[in-house]
């Protein structure tokens, strides 16, 4: 049985709560597929969009946890992110891959058949239709795009390591993703 995620999971630091997000849903219509891979940002890291403080582009990520924080990268692609924290912190969960579960073809058609469906945060958008109209969707309740739990648990040792694609805190190792087995 799907449950919407509870917010409070989503309350404390991103760089906690990033593995916690490892196996649950993400839900849209008729497109579902379990989280895989995310990289957690807050406002006291150089890489994150709140480092210099809040912003009309970044005022979904300094409110309340358990909302999506959408955003325009190189001039061509939407990227999403899981609102964590307490609100005013500035800190959220970047979605970077989903195993797709179901409405495999619609995603197929959205993607255009090309090759990795959700393994990559704008291939995510794009395979679920995610875009500047969803920035601020609350995913913990109401219809629409959703973080639902199956009761898969996140796994015990999530494969840790740096981030990817940024200049600042190259280091930082706030990527998680579920082990290939």
């Known amino acids: 049985m799907l449950r919407r995620v509870p917010r409070s999971l989503l309350t404390g630091d991103a760089p906690d709560v990033a593995p916690l997000l490892l196996n649950k849903l993400l839900v849209h219509g008729d497109c579902l597929g379990r989280i895989v891979e995310v990289e957690a940002y807050r406002e006291d890291d150089p890489a994150s969009h709140t ?75 794009q395979a679920f239709a995610i875009g500047p109209e969803h920035n601020g969707a609350d995913l913990c309740r109401g219809s629409g795009i959703g973080l639902f739990d199956d009761g898969t648990p996140p796994p015990d040792g999530p494969l840790v390591g740096p981030r990817i694609g940024i200049s600042k805190a190259v280091d930082v190792p706030w990527r998680f993703r579920v082990p290939v087995v």
């Open 51 to 125: 480092f210099r403080g809040e912003t009309p582009r970044n005022a979904v990520m300094f409110g309340p946890a358990g909302h999506l924080y959408v955003y325009f990268t190189y001039g061509m692609h939407y990227c999403s992110n899981v609102v964590t924290g307490p609100e005013g912190r500035g800190a959220a969960v970047l979605l970077r891959a989903v195993d797709p579960m179901s409405g495999v073809e619609v995603m197929r058609e959205r993607r255009h058949d090309r090759p990795g469906l959700a393994d990559g945060p704008a291939k995510l958008c």
